[in-house]
C-alpha cells in the first residue's frame, strides 16, 4: 500500500509561485496514477490536475488550466504541482492522491495534505 506525503505548501502573495511536492513511499509508484485535489474551507475537495502512470495524459480542471503544471519523476517517487500566476482562490489544503492505474477508478490513497494560502 502507497503512503503519500505532500510538501511545499506556504504563504504566497498574489501572482506568486508554489511547487508542491508529493513524496510516495511502499508501493511501486510507477503503477500509479496521481492526482493533485485541494479543499477550500467550507467547499467540498475538487480535482485540481492528474497524471498517468507514465507521465502521460496530464489533465487540468479549468482552474488549473494555463497556470498549474503537474509532473512526475518516477525515479524519485515524487508527483510535482508547480502553481504559476496564484490567485486568493487558491487557498485551499492541497492533497496528492493515487490509484492504481491497472484498475482506474476512484483515487483511493491520500496524503495528509498541504495548506497554501494565497494573500491579496
Known amino acids: 500500500q502507497v503512503q503519500l506525503a505532500e510538501s511545499g505548501g506556504g504563504l504566497v502573495q498574489a501572482g506568486g509561485s508554489l511547487r508542491l511536492s508529493c513524496a510516495a513511499s511502499?508501493?511501486?509508484?510507477?503503477?500509479?496514477?496521481m492526482g493533485w485535489f485541494r479543499q477550500a474551507p467550507g467547499k467540498e475537495r475538487e480535482s485540481v490536475a492528474g497524471?498517468?502512470?507514465?507521465?502521460?495524459?496530464?489533465y487540468y480542471a479549468d482552474s488549473a488550466k494555463g497556470r498549474f503544471t503537474i509532473s512526475r519523476d518516477n525515479a524519485k517517487n515524487t508527483v510535482y504541482l508547480q502553481m504559476n500566476s496564484l490567485k486568493p482562490e487558491d487557498t485551499a489544503v492541497y492533497y496528492c492522491?493515487?490509484?492504481?492505474?491497472?484498475?482506474?477508478?476512484?483515487?483511493?490513497?491520500w496524503g495528509q495534505g498541504t495548506q497554501v494560502t494565497v494573500s491579496s
Open positions: 511502499g508501493g511501486t509508484f510507477s503503477r500509479y496514477d
Open positions: 497524471i498517468s502512470w507514465n507521465g502521460g495524459n496530464p
Open positions: 492522491s493515487a490509484r492504481p492505474a491497472a484498475y482506474g477508478g476512484a483515487y483511493a490513497y
